[in-house]
């Protein structure tokens, strides 16, 4: 008896082929919907429900915010400073130098500050917890708490995520003063602006709408860098190679997230500019 | 009268039985890993798993706890079931049981001290801080390790680890323990030591314990009764000696020097 089998064109192979790959993207993206649904819906019992794990909440802000910090101050002046050398030839063109102060201070409020600072965080604390939680479910940390029925997810993914939350935004606000410090900076370099003729100069021209959306879309920053550093360790693998595979997919993924998240932002303040 | 002996033997057994498990089935993908296992463990009794890397010895307790959901079987634990129950129930059972990892498991950005406090500091009646002070104190003196109370776990060694490891689990007095390769990448006079500290925390504590093992000289020490695991199936059930004269090839493998 010869058997025979079926034969297949190349489309149908490729189709077999990539058809598994496809399934994993759809699990993958369920699977991260629903550690991100089980995030949102933890916030309303973290501070309600015992044990509140307020300890090691603090801890992690902290420590997020800690190693961060000099980061963003430093990194913000540079940029302030930049900006400011940047623009000033194009608008002394214009013979408008006299608006450079308000410009720079309107690009950092609306956009480089909140951006900067979320990137950084991206490469600092979220490739940080995807680390720190990747080796903990490697070391079987995580399993041990399990057995030992506390809730490892209110412990290590809420505590981080809420921290996260609410550390970047007020990192944003300090990349600003260090971003408008740089920028006063070069200011005068060329010219000799004081204190306050700067201050009324950066800020005559800022409005609520200015200030308040960035700050909200900030903490959207701070929360997607907090899931995204947490799912990618939480799922990492059991071999130690998992560890790095965690903390580059966390910096990766919650950059690619920042923009996303960016772009929505800006199309949302548009509109409301628009009805306003 | 042999007969009614026999069932009074037989009752005594289902009384004490502490771990029960029944047709335990459990796959990773298309590998079968365990094919449908039975065995129990008494009251007070250390009972030693054995088996080849990738037998299921491992997956079997961690079916028992919880941490692996077995495809098939039911396992009893004191009486209630932690197959297919709610998370609360589960947790509710696990209160009553420790479990040393082979890594120990130590959470390396707290203390030793902070690492036995964890547990203590969830438990559902709260204990004062001098309670837990005292517990911790206790414990540590019990596994030989009070004068590391404030040290990290990467200032610790190999040793050092599982009986901190070991004081974690017993902080919270628990009435089975299930070892997971404890011996496992230490020498063989630490190993001994290990041994016969759990052998001395059985005493202590009126444990009941599952220990996984393949280092025969733990399980020579530690042993009350051995089960063979292999390719998913138990082959063989007994005490030390019994099983080291066995006519099987592969149990007498375990037991060839």
Known sequence: ????????????????????????????????????????????????????????????????????LVLVLVTGFIMGVVL??????????????????????????????????????????????????????VTEQ?????????NPFRFIVMSRVIACTIVVPLLVVFSDVAGLAGSFVGVNIYDDMSIPLFFIKSFESVGFMDVFPPI??????????????????????????????AANAAFVI???????????????VTLIHLFA | ?????????????????????????????????????????????????????????????????????PDAGQ???????????????????????????????????????????????????????????????ETLENVGLSDAIDKYPSELSGGMKKRAGLARTLVMRPEIMLYDEPTTGLDSITSNEISRLMLDLKERYNTTSIIITHDMPCARITADRIIVLNEGKIIAEGCFDDLSTASDPFVKSFFVI
């Open chain 1, 1 to 68: 008896m010869e058997t025979t089998l079926p034969k297949i064109s190349k489309i149908e192979a490729s189709g077999m082929a990539i058809m598994p790959l496809i399934s994993k993207q759809f699990y993958d993206f369920g699977d991260a919907s629903k550690f991100t649904l089980k995030v949102l819906l933890g916030f309303f019992t973290f501070f309600t429900k015992k044990p509140i794990e307020s300890k090691e909440f603090l801890k992690q802000c902290y420590l997020l915010g800690n190693k961060t």
């Open chain 1, 84 to 137: 400011t050398l940047q623009s000033r030839p194009v608008l002394a063109e214009f013979g408008a130098d006299s608006w450079l102060p308000s410009m720079v201070s309107l690009s950092f409020l609306r956009e480089i500050g909140p951006v900067i600072t979320a990137l950084i965080c991206a490469g600092r604390i979220g490739s940080g917890i995807g680390a720190e939680v990747s080796s903990m479910k």
């Open chain 1, 142 to 150: 995580i399993e041990a708490m399990e057995v030992s029925a506390t």
């Open chain 1, 216 to 245: 909200i879309k900030s903490v959207f920053f701070g929360l997607s860098i907090g899931i995204v550093g947490s799912y990618q360790g939480y799922n990492a693998g059991k071999g130690t190679e998992s560890v790095g595979v």
């Open chain 1, 254 to 268: 919650s950059s690619l997230v920042v923009f996303f998240i960016d772009l929505i932002a800006v199309q949302i």
């Open chain 2, 1 to 69: 009268m042999a007969v009614a002996d026999n069932k009074i033997i037989m009752a005594d057994e289902i009384n004490n039985k502490v771990i029960d498990v029944k047709g335990l089935v459990k796959s990773f993908g298309t590998a079968e890993i365990l094919k449908g296992i039975d065995f129990h463990v008494n009251k007070k009794e250390n009972l030693v798993i054995i088996g080849k890397s990738g037998s299921g010895k491992s997956v079997a307790i961690k079916c028992i706890v919880g941490l692996v959901i």
């Open chain 2, 75 to 137: 396992i009893e634990v004191l009486g209630k079931s932690t197959v297919g129950v709610s998370h609360d129930a589960l947790n509710e059972s696990r209160k009553s049981i420790g479990f040393l990892f082979q890594s120990a498991a130590l959470y390396d950005s707290m203390t030793v001290r902070e690492n036995l406090e964890f547990p203590l500091r969830r438990m559902d009646k709260p204990l004062t801080q001098a309670e837990i002070n005292s517990r911790i104190k």
